[in-house]
């Protein structure tokens, strides 16, 4: 009995070689680029002919194989039922412009008339009926610092005819307890020797510092004793 023939055939490294050469596929050849010289973009008939040769073959997706979805754009509120779209807006206009938010109904607000001013001047004061013609900054001064400076602004504020000022004094978040530079502002207005010159003061809005600043109402004149005693 024949034993069957291999299917396998040894050759050497020349014959590979030579095999090789005869099947190889021949490139043109591409001239060097010569110093300076920039490769030449294809034009538009060579992209077109380009893309259809890589499109070769390619057939479109059946139209009832295809999902097309319209989605308007919306506001994040549309759709929603009303009692849930209103606080959406509200937070909206809050968050963009402050619209919504009042100083007055947070507990860091303060107002406070002194001797025979209307009752809701000091409201008025808050609500910007006066207009601000200078302001001083006290924020992070020490006590001392800011009553110093404050007595200085006040007395120049009287000299000039200011009658309607800015305090600046901060929001006191850093103190440990309570404002300390808050309270010790409306106490060098109400109980030191500047009561008398003081008609009103409020809170500031919030666009001329809310809880951090304190608007001030001074008077043109300051109050007599004769006027405290006879109620004018």
Same mark, same amino acid.
């Given at each position: 009995? $024949?034993?069957?023939?291999s299917t +396998?055939?040894?050759k050497?490294f020349?014959?590979m ?5 005869? @099947?190889? +596929?021949?490139?043109p050849?591409?001239?060097?680029l %010569?110093p300076?010289?920039k490769?030449r973009e294809?034009?538009p008939?060579?992209?077109a002919?380009a893309?259809?040769e890589?499109?070769a ?5 059946p139209?009832?194989n ?5 989605l308007?754009?919306?506001? !994040?509120? =549309?759709?929603?039922?009303r009692?849930?779209?209103? !606080?959406?807006?509200q937070l909206?206009?809050?968050?963009? #412009?402050g619209?919504?938010?009042?100083v007055?109904a947070?507990p860091?607000?303060?107002e406070g008339t002194?001797y %025979?001013?209307?009752p809701?001047i000091a409201r008025?004061l #808050? ?7 200078a302001y001083?900054n006290? #924020?992070r001064?020490?006590? =001392? ?5 404050l007595e200085?602004?006040l $007395?120049?504020?009287?000299a000039?005819?200011k009658?309607?000022i800015?305090?600046?004094h901060g929001?006191g978040?850093?103190s ?6 808050k %309270? $010790?502002?409306v106490e ?5 020797p500047?009561?008398?010159?003081v008609m009103?003061?409020a809170?500031? @809005?919030?666009?001329?510092g809310g ?5 001030v109402l ?5 109050v007599? $004793?004769?006027?405290k005693k006879?109620?004018r």
């Amino acid at each position: 009995m $024949k034993s069957p023939k291999s299917t +396998f055939c040894f050759k050497s490294f020349d014959e590979m070689k030579a095999l090789l050469r005869s @099947r190889s +596929f021949s490139f043109p050849e591409i001239p060097p680029l %010569q110093p300076g010289s920039k490769p030449r973009e294809p034009g538009p008939e060579e992209e077109a002919a380009a893309f259809e040769e890589a499109m070769a073959g390619v057939a479109p997706l059946p139209r009832q194989n295809r999902v097309e979805r319209d989605l308007p754009s919306r506001r !994040p509120e =549309a759709g929603l039922p009303r009692e849930e779209a209103e !606080p959406s807006l509200q937070l909206r206009d809050l968050v963009r #412009h402050g619209v919504g938010f009042e100083v007055a109904a947070t507990p860091e607000y303060i107002e406070g008339t002194m001797y %025979q001013a209307p009752p809701d001047i000091a409201r008025r004061l #808050h609500r910007g009926d006066f207009s601000i013609q200078a302001y001083v900054n006290l #924020h992070r001064f020490p006590v =001392a610092d800011a009553k110093e400076t404050l007595e200085r602004f006040l $007395k120049w504020a009287v000299a000039t005819g200011k009658t309607g000022i800015l305090v600046v004094h901060g929001r006191g978040l850093s103190s440990s307890s309570e404002p300390v530079l808050k %309270q $010790k502002v409306v106490e060098w207005l109400t109980r030191g020797p500047w009561r008398k010159w003081v008609m009103a003061y409020a809170t500031a @809005r919030s666009c001329d510092g809310g809880a951090g600043a304190t608007y001030v109402l001074l008077r043109r004149s300051p109050v007599s $004793k004769r006027q405290k005693k006879s109620g004018r």
